[in-house]
């Protein structure tokens, strides 16, 4: 198989599935991993999928990796990420949580904490929290997404309005590298999202290095709305002056 038959048909197996490894892609092509990395380098460069460590998922601005595929992706940075953001969160706060599988992880690492109040539409979340005797987790009413424990629509945004409480800590799908907005693939997530950002006094953001740059259809708001991203390398430069001129504090989890 000549090397432009094999990108077509890279192209077409990672749409199919959504991600697809190295070594899944070397083993149905018959070549080496080496080959199969150069071939995602070119087709990324060209964006038309988009690379990881380890693999290759599909980049489209309506749909969103599957949830299996995305807790795997990016694990270690968003362990990372987790365990700084839970240094941040004093023992007795309250705080929302939002969907995402960066927030699943922050939820995990905030398990030493005592006595937390939290406030979540994510159902993973609260099975993770509530192992906790001295934790109170309050579930948002609304609709369950069945691909992701996700709970949304206009009855969890009035939920999420009748609080006010420390910290919010949200999770986004992708960030613009030209003008730091937030985006996401469902409006209706969205909503909840923004609701968050609204009640919380100070508003953490989880993203991940390879937020930045990727496409989503659907506009949450403005880096420049949070107080402080955790992220597990540094922004591009772009991102950089914004959080520097609306005093955005970055804080880097290696």
């Given at each position: 198989?000549?090397?432009?038959?094999?990108?077509?048909q890279?192209?077409k197996?990672?749409r199919?599935?959504?991600?697809?490894?190295?070594?899944?892609?070397?083993?149905?092509?018959?070549?080496?991993?080496?080959t199969?990395r150069?071939?995602?380098?070119?087709?990324?460069?060209?964006?038309?999928?988009?690379?990881?460590?380890?693999?290759?998922?599909?980049e489209s601005s309506?749909?969103?990796?599957d949830y299996?595929?995305?807790?795997?992706?990016?694990?270690?940075?968003?362990?990372q990420?987790?365990?700084h953001?839970?240094?941040?969160i004093?023992?007795?706060?309250?705080?929302?949580?939002?969907?995402g599988?960066?927030t699943?992880?922050v939820a995990?690492?905030?398990?030493?904490?005592h006595?937390?109040?939290?406030?979540?539409?994510?159902?993973?979340?609260?099975?993770?929290?509530?192992t906790?005797?001295?934790?109170?987790?309050?579930?948002?009413?609304?609709?369950v997404?069945?691909?992701?424990?996700?709970?949304?629509?206009?009855?969890?945004?009035?939920f999420?309005n009748?609080?006010r409480?420390?910290?919010?800590?949200i999770?986004?799908?992708?960030?613009?590298?030209?003008?730091?907005?937030?985006?996401?693939y469902d409006?209706?997530?969205?909503?909840?999202?923004?609701?968050?950002?609204?009640?919380?006094?100070?508003?953490?953001?989880?993203?991940?290095?390879?937020?930045?740059?990727?496409?989503?259809?659907?506009?949450?708001?403005?880096?420049t709305?949070?107080?402080?991203?955790?992220?597990?390398?540094?922004?591009p430069?772009?991102?950089?002056?914004?959080?520097k001129?609306?005093?955005?504090?970055?804080?880097?989890c290696?």
């Amino acid at each position: 198989m000549g090397q432009m038959t094999r990108q077509d048909q890279i192209i077409k197996v990672v749409r199919e599935k959504g991600y697809v490894s190295i070594e899944e892609l070397a083993a149905q092509f018959n070549v080496t991993p080496q080959t199969i990395r150069r071939d995602i380098n070119t087709l990324a460069d060209q964006n038309i999928i988009r690379r990881h460590h380890g693999g290759a998922s599909c980049e489209s601005s309506t749909t969103n990796v599957d949830y299996n595929t995305r807790q795997a992706l990016q694990l270690d940075a968003k362990k990372q990420i987790a365990k700084h953001i839970a240094k941040e969160i004093p023992n007795g706060a309250s705080l929302f949580i939002n969907i995402g599988t960066t927030t699943e992880e922050v939820a995990r690492a905030l398990l030493q904490h005592h006595n937390l109040k939290i406030i979540t539409n994510n159902i993973n979340v609260a099975s993770i929290l509530r192992t906790k005797e001295d934790f109170n987790v309050i579930v948002a009413g609304g609709t369950v997404r069945s691909r992701d424990g996700g709970i949304i629509g206009e009855a969890t945004v009035d939920f999420i309005n009748q609080f006010r409480v420390d910290y919010g800590i949200i999770g986004i799908s992708a960030i613009d590298q030209e003008d730091g907005s937030l985006l996401d693939y469902d409006y209706q997530e969205v909503r909840v999202a923004q609701s968050i950002i609204s009640n919380s006094r100070e508003v953490f953001l989880a993203a991940d290095h390879a937020k930045f740059g990727r496409s989503a259809m659907v506009r949450l708001g403005n880096i420049t709305q949070v107080d402080r991203l955790f992220s597990d390398a540094e922004p591009p430069k772009s991102i950089k002056a914004l959080l520097k001129e609306h005093s955005v504090k970055f804080e880097l989890c290696e």
